[in-house]
């Protein structure tokens, strides 16, 4: 199901074989939350610009539309246009991080949606229901994502419910997948490594995970609060400790230098919503730094956002300039043009990644790329 093709130190290049097409990793997934971009972006440009696997989100595509709809209209595929490999969170971030009044309990969480404030619960059982209803190509276990600083007294019972809850992840997937009304019967599960800055903490719970043998593993509640250098370090102890023959999935990070750092560090799957957020209010990557279009310097910029890249806007000759002056008119072009770009910036950045690990020459790509991140254009 995953192959390990080549490595450069710590950092792999694989290819994951699915129902819905083959992952060659490291890969950026594109988050479409709602099942779309935001921006404007349809499934048409994400084949366009290269995206290997969509992103989305569990809990809002339970709490508006419904996805017991999804699944009677043919499954997120079907509904959203994008035949490839999708990946649907568990909700679980989004329960914890939206969610008021919230409830927790060993059965699950009780809680009211952001959305029009109706009772909600959600456990296991009903995460992998919603997913399996989604059809996704990868579901995540439902877990809970505790704040990176939260104290040890409360961060180690959550682990060990965390760890309950897996397990019933599993046998509710597996009995979903045996159903003969269910989308994707092969749908995969990847579990969830938690511990927030404890690497105590996250190094057992990476080696209780790994005996389940899942088709992957993610390591969560990272970027929610702690330092870059805590997250490398508990990086650093607990990829070593997840199976280096399966994929390993670091949620919600980040920066292209978090991911050189961490694919550095074995990590093969990530998504993150910057790109498309920044991109929405004018901001967009380059080989030299991120660069706010707003600023007055580029009001006469003739100059693409980038020379040598092949998105829509600078391939279709769309100066730095014309973009500016889209936003300051307010028109949505301007938008689409910007999340279009730092999409297939992100998507770049993953295939120069695959080849500089290919060719065995990872770290000095690396140490180049960032340096390059702080230069002038």
Not at 198 to 209: K, L, T, V, Y
Not at 228 to 236: F, G, P, S, T, V
Not at 349 to 356: F, G, S, V
């Amino acid at each position: 199901m995953y192959k390990l093709l080549s490595t450069s130190g710590n950092a792999k290049n694989g290819l994951l074989e699915t129902v819905h097409g083959e992952i060659e990793t490291p890969v950026f997934m594109n988050v479409a939350t709602a099942g779309a971009i935001k921006g404007g972006v349809s499934a048409d440009d994400l084949r366009s610009i290269k995206t290997q696997v969509m992103l989305s989100n569990t809990y809002h595509l339970h709490v508006r539309t419904g996805d017991e709809l999804i699944k009677e209209l043919g499954g997120l595929h079907s509904f959203s246009g994008w035949h490839g490999p999708i990946l649907t969170d568990s909700g679980g971030f989004q329960v914890f991080s939206l969610a008021t009044l919230r409830k927790i309990k060993e059965e699950g969480v009780t809680f009211r949606s952001h959305v029009d404030g109706r009772k909600i619960f959600m456990g296991p059982e009903e995460s992998m229901t919603i997913q399996s209803n989604l059809g996704s190509t990868i579901a995540m276990a439902f877990d809970e994502c505790p704040n990176a600083l939260a104290d040890r007294a409360y961060v180690q019972p959550s682990v060990d419910r965390t760890t309950r809850w897996l397990l019933r992840c599993r046998d509710k997937l597996n009995e979903l997948n045996s159903r003969e009304d269910t989308i994707n019967p092969h749908q995969l599960l990847f579990g969830i490594n938690q511990g927030a800055i404890f690497e105590d903490i996250r190094i057992d719970h990476a080696r209780r995970i790994r005996e389940l043998d899942l088709p992957g593993y993610a390591i969560g509640g990272l970027a929610v609060g702690e330092t870059h250098e805590q997250m490398y370090h508990i990086l650093d102890v607990t990829v070593p400790e997840l199976p280096k023959e399966k994929p390993v999935y670091l949620m919600g990070v980040g920066t292209p230098e978090n991911i050189l750092e961490a694919v550095d560090r074995g990590v093969d799957f990530f998504d993150c919503v910057y790109p498309s957020r920044n991109g929405r209010h004018g901001h967009v990557y380059t080989a030299h730094g991120k660069k706010n279009l707003l600023n007055k310097r580029y009001e006469k910029d003739l100059r693409p956002i980038e020379e040598d890249c092949p998105c829509p806007a600078c391939k279709g000759g769309y100066s730095r300039a014309y973009i500016r002056h889209l936003f300051k008119s307010g028109e949505i072009l301007g938008l689409r043009f910007a999340v279009l770009h730092n999409l297939c910036f992100y998507n770049r950045l993953m295939e120069k990644i695959r080849a500089a690990i290919k060719e065995d020459r990872f770290r000095i790509f690396k140490e180049e790329t960032i340096s390059g991140f702080h230069e002038q254009d």
